[in-house]
Structure formats: C-alpha cells, structure tokens
T-cell receptor
Framework: DQQVKQNSPSLSVQEGRISILNCDYTNSMFDYFLWYKKYPAEGPTFLISISSIKDKNEDGRFTVFLNKSAKHLSLHIVPSQPGDSAVYFCAASAYGNQFYFGTGTSLTVIP | EAQVTQNPRYLITVTGKKLTVTCSQNMNHEYMSWYRQDPGLGLRQIYYSMNVEVTDKGDVPEGYKVSRKEKRNFPLILESPSPNQTSLYFC???????????FGAGTRLSVL
C-alpha cells in the first residue's frame, strides 16, 4: 500500500513560470519530508527537505510547503528553467529509519 | 569526491544464478540502504543498515540478503534471482537518522 503518493506522473511548464509538484501521504507519524530530483542514468539527488514542525522551507528558487492537516506536501519552483526538467520524487520518514518514496513526477520545462 | 559507488551498473543474468551488487561510500556514513525502482511503484526500500553488523528489513526484503561487515560497504545479495527481481537498484547512504541520503548511480538488473 503506497504511503506516499504523487498523483501526477508528468507536468509541463513554460520556462520562467511556476512549477508546482504535489505529494500526498497517509501516515500521520511521518515527521520528515524530502524532495529528490533525478536525471536519466543517475541516482536521485537531494533537493530540499522540511520537518513536521515547519510549514514552509525555502532554498533559492525552491520552496516546499507542508500541510499536516491535509497530509499534503508541495514543491514550488520559481522561475522554472529548462535544466529543472527531471523526475521529482517526494519522500517521507518517521523517526528517520525507513523512507517511503512516491512514484515520481516527470517535469518538462519548455524553453 | 564524496560519493556512493555501485557495481556493476548493468547486469543480465539467468534465474537461479547467485549474484552480488556491491555498494561502497567514502563519507563515513553510518546509515546505508538499498532501494529498487519499478515503473508505477517509485523507490521501495529493500534493506537498511544503521551501522556495522546492524541491518533491518525495509518494505520489500523477500529474495534479498545484505551484510554490513565494514562501515563503507553494503553489498546486496540475490541468492537465487527470479524474473520479478528485474529492476533498477539504488544504494544510498546518510550520516544519521533523518539526514539527507546520497544515492549511487544505480544498477540495472535483468533476470531472464
């Protein structure tokens, strides 16, 4: 049973516009959330994280929002750039041992 | 350069022939994990290790073994591979609980 879900397999956005990637989770014990970015033929690389005591974390063009009551996580990329085209995975953890990943969203930024 | 190294990157084998995928990290991380990535299922954790000689099952451990005899190495062993283990495998390491994971480049395994 998938505890972390990314319901949009793909997303296309024009360069310079905002990309919003969404993630839902079912386990209320999750206390740490991360976004990873993956290019073809490479392993995932860490992008940004947020703990459950916060509702927002920002790092340059990337912002992650956490809505605990809705069990919803989103990643905003502003402005989107062609180099952001990749597969994005959200992940969640409870107590930092096991990590649960979503199925990924393939983002295409159109120049 | 800080990295997680997996070998081989590609492997084709036949059902029942034992194989080992190696994983090594040079960051002195305590935690290491193995994941498999399948279409429509994302990354699923197979096994993880919190330190030398300490391992535990993840979500999909059936058909796999691991060992952690040294801090830097965490091999994944398939004693009798089957076609349903055809997948893309990733090794990852991290400094401690909840910390950022660093992934290897992946091993694409096909079991015929």
């Amino acid at each position: 049973d998938q505890q972390v879900k990314q319901n949009s397999p793909s997303l296309s956005v024009q360069e310079g516009r905002i990309s919003i990637l969404n993630c839902d989770y079912t386990n209320s014990m999750f206390d740490y959330f991360l976004w990873y970015k993956k290019y073809p033929a490479e392993g995932p690389t860490f992008l940004i994280s947020i703990s459950s005591i916060k509702d927002k974390n920002e790092d340059g063009r990337f912002t992650v929002f956490l809505n605990k009551s809705a069990k919803h996580l989103s990643l905003h990329i502003v402005p989107s750039q062609p180099g952001d085209s990749a597969v994005y995975f959200c992940a969640a953890s409870a107590y930092g041992n096991q990590f649960y990943f979503g199925t990924g969203t393939s983002l295409t930024v159109i120049p | 350069e800080a990295q997680v190294t997996q070998n081989p990157r590609y492997l084709i084998t036949v059902t029942g022939k034992k194989l080992t995928v190696t994983c090594s990290q040079n960051m002195n991380h305590e935690y290491m994990s193995w994941y498999r990535q399948d279409p429509g299922l994302g990354l699923r954790q197979i096994y993880y290790s919190m330190n030398v000689e300490v391992t535990d099952k993840g979500d999909v451990p059936e058909g796999y073994k691991v060992s952690r005899k040294e801090k830097r190495n965490f091999p994944l062993i398939l004693e009798s591979p089957s076609p349903n283990q055809t997948s893309l495998y990733f090794c990852a390491s991290r400094l401690g609980g909840g910390a950022i994971q660093y992934f290897g480049a992946g091993t694409r395994l096909s079991v015929l």
